[in-house]
């Protein structure tokens, strides 16, 4: 809550967030019920003149201007550069200097981003925080290379980290999550929440090939096992999200789930997807996931549930279509009739999206409505 001027008491003018009437119901200073009734009257201009006002919740987070289009591009570029661009050429220096370089770069990069946090430069210091974070896997493989301890049998070159699914890796991303959350809980900026998610959707692959017999590839599997780390990943992203919001610190109220609900939902629906099934059963109950996803999505403002859940229900309604007019000379205008059909749901959600959010979000608990 800010306020604007102390100056002149018959017009004082106070900036009021839904989430500080929210902190004050669960401080007991009001209920609920009392805290929505009174943003629902203030955020339609039932107080003014000397009295409080509630203007509009501003957006949270960096906007994408020229300059942020500017840190995140070259930040995206060294993060590459450490990972996906990581060529064999650099790692002829040998697994003691790369072990070396690492460990300079993250001090470096951690030195930066206390210098980038301290000038409230966040989105810079969360870039730096994030490439320390990315650091931790070449660090670890040098580390274990050096000693010795690095198991035989598999890929004997870092490069391979991004390309090749083995279950040696395993360790690799223990450390990076272990490591991640300490420079998380040290930094706390949200980006840095990224290649842990990132980190959690490699760990489903290499836990898949480590449970196979003989280390082999069976593609089944893993998409079962995708599936399954994906609903334990949106999980997480909800106890995250719920600590978030509900947190009394400003700086622990920023969205540190939003990248776990990426992938989460990403690794879930890509493994719900691949199933095959010739039961009409099991393709409507897919339908009625994918709805249920749409309308999550929308109850806790996460919109990947909304735009993943809105995917599979095109592909079933696909489906439909083709199997109910297969060789069909009406195929083509059945399919026209689809697409502008769900053009126009498109339309009448945008005009009703705040109307239906609001209702559902009524009946998900207050840590996961959406944010204010």
């Known amino acids: 809550m800010h306020i604007r001027d102390f100056t002149d008491t018959a017009n004082l003018i106070v900036e009021l967030r839904l989430e500080d009437l929210k902190d004050a119901a669960r401080e007991g200073l009001l209920t609920e019920q009392q805290a929505e009734e009174l943003w629902q009257r203030w955020s339609h201009g039932g107080l003014a003149g000397g009295r409080i006002i509630a203007p509009p919740p501003k957006a949270s987070g960096p906007t994408f201007g020229f300059v942020n289009v500017l840190y995140y591009f070259g930040g995206m570029v060294a993060i590459g550069a450490m990972t996906l661009f990581m060529t064999l050429g650099f790692q002829s220096m040998g697994a003691g200097a790369l072990l070396a370089i690492g460990l300079a770069y993250m001090v470096a990069c951690l030195k930066v981003a206390d210098h980038f946090k301290r000038r409230d430069l966040r989105v810079p ?4 925080a994030t490439l320390a974070v990315v650091l931790v896997a070449l660090v670890a493989w040098s ?3 050096v000693a010795g301890l690095w198991p035989p049998g598999g890929p004997s070159s870092y490069s391979s980290y991004h390309t090749l699914i083995d279950w040696r890796w395993l360790s690799l991303e223990f450390i990076t999550l272990a490591a991640g959350v300490v420079m998380l809980w040290r930094y706390r900026l949200p980006f840095m929440v990224m290649p842990l998610a990132v980190t959690l959707w490699y760990m489903s692959m290499d836990v898949a090939n480590a449970l196979l017999n003989d280390h ?3 593609w089944e599997f ?23 919001r509900l947190s009394r610190s400003a700086e622990w109220r920023q969205d540190f789930a939003f990248w776990l609900y990426i992938f989460g939902t990403l690794m879930f629906w890509s493994g719900l997807s691949l199933r095959d099934s010739d039961s009409e059963l099991n393709k409507l109950i897919y339908a009625g996931i994918n709805v249920a996803l749409g309308l999550v999505g929308a109850a806790i403002g996460r ?19 083709h199997q109910v007019f297969k060789d069909s000379l009406l195929s083509p205008l059945a399919l026209s009739l689809l697409g ?17 959010a609001a209702r559902l979000a009524r009946y998900v608990p207050v840590g996961l409505q959406p944010r204010a």
């Open 303 to 321: 919109r990947v549930f909304t735009v993943f859940g809105a995917l599979g229900v095109a592909f079933y309604l696909g489906y439909l279509s």
């Open 143 to 145: 580390a274990q290379s």
């Open 340 to 356: 502008l059909g769900l053009v126009a749901l498109g339309v009448w959600w945008q005009r009703h999206e705040t109307a239906i």
């Open 216 to 218: 082999r590839w069976d």
């Open 125 to 128: 210091a969360g870039l730096m």
């Open 222 to 244: 893993m998409r079962d096992v995708s599936l399954v780390f994906g609903i334990g990943t949106v999980a997480l992203a909800m106890w995250v999200d719920v600590r978030s």
